[in-house]
């Protein structure tokens, strides 16, 4: 199993991701919630041409909300996938912005809301669902839409969602991995491949004792760092070689790229996922943090443990 920024069953899925995550990060720059929707947008159009079967769904004229101005002409809802979009306040879900209410939107968010400590749910500050014709295989990613690293968007593949709640909570809780280890006490978006003195993700340098760094530090040698694509992009050829050779990895996603592995482990340790003897260093690397703990924490008082195996062995 694969908990990608697209988490996915497809190799290919990790590609996708880098091309989101590029257009997320570039145009959130603009500090413009609209055009930031477009984007959003945009980048679904991207996926979507990706897609055996990826016949738009229509969306509902926008609804107008104090924070956001979903202009449908920015969204582009006579062609787009999108199908609603909520704002998110002080690590709760708020108001409709755009389309019709979602159930399966709504379940995404109290998924982790009945885990994640408030103060991880605070740099996310929009969930969207989007929905096309046919199967796909994405059933979310996140990303931010600032350089400062304050602001990050979540978005859910509706029909994915209901189909499998327990992998909806797994993708969710990746997704969160990925926003709290870049936000800004974490990582510098602004920092150059040749002033990082940690681990350089493509589009910035991580603080020396982030998650993510220490997790490298930890688990990666430098040759497999060395042989990481540029461009940050998780490398799923390479990754599936190492998940052969190696079996401490969480699966041949996981293998592909640093960040992806943090996040695969973080979601099985949340979750109590039973993995093979040889991935519980990784686990008990979460167990160190407090904070981090925290969640599987919460996730026992919820009865939300021993959640089913699905990840592709390794080794």
């Known amino acids: 199993m694969e908990i990608d920024e697209l988490r ?122 989007y929905d096309f014709d046919g199967p796909v295989d994405t059933m979310a990613f996140a990303g931010p839409i600032d350089f400062r690293g304050l602001d990050f968007t979540v978005a859910l593949e509706v029909d994915a969602a209901v189909a499998d709640p327990e992998e909806l909570r797994l993708t969710m809780m990746h997704e969160l991995a990925h926003v709290f280890s870049q936000d800004s006490s974490q990582f510098f978006a602004d920092v150059a491949r040749d002033d990082c003195e940690t681990f350089h993700n493509g589009f910035g340098c991580f603080a020396e004792e982030s998650y993510v760094n220490l997790w490298v530090t930890r688990f990666w040698d430098q040759a497999a760092i060395d042989a990481l694509p540029d461009d940050g992009s998780p490398d799923q050829d390479a990754g599936d070689e190492r998940c052969l050779n190696d079996s401490a990895f969480p699966g041949s996603y996981g293998a592909s790229h640093p960040e992806e592995d943090f996040a695969e482990s973080f979601a099985a340790f949340v979750y109590g996922v039973e993995m093979l003897p040889d991935v519980q260093p990784r686990l008990d690397f979460f167990a160190e943090f407090p904070e981090l703990a925290e969640f599987r924490s919460n996730a026992r008082k919820a009865g939300l443990s021993n959640l089913p195996n699905n990840y592709d062995d390794c080794g």
């Not at 704002?87 to 885990?115: K, M, Q, T």
């Open 8 to 129: 996915s069953s497809e190799q290919s899925s990790g590609a996708h991701l880098s091309v989101l995550a590029r257009a997320l990060i570039i145009v959130g720059s603009l500090l413009c919630a609209a055009i930031f929707f477009g984007a959003l947008f945009a980048a679904f159009l991207a996926y979507a041409d990706n897609q055996e079967s990826s016949s738009p769904v229509q969306t509902p004229p926008a609804i107008e909300s104090d924070q956001f101005r979903c202009d449908p002409d920015v969204i582009g809802e006579q062609d787009g996938p999108v199908v609603a979009v909520y704002e998110v306040n002080d690590s709760a879900l708020g108001s409709l912005c755009f389309g019709r209410a979602n159930p399966a939107v709504i379940g995404a968010w109290e998924a982790l809301e009945v885990v994640a400590p408030s103060p991880f749910l605070e740099p996310v500050v929009s969930l969207a669902g």
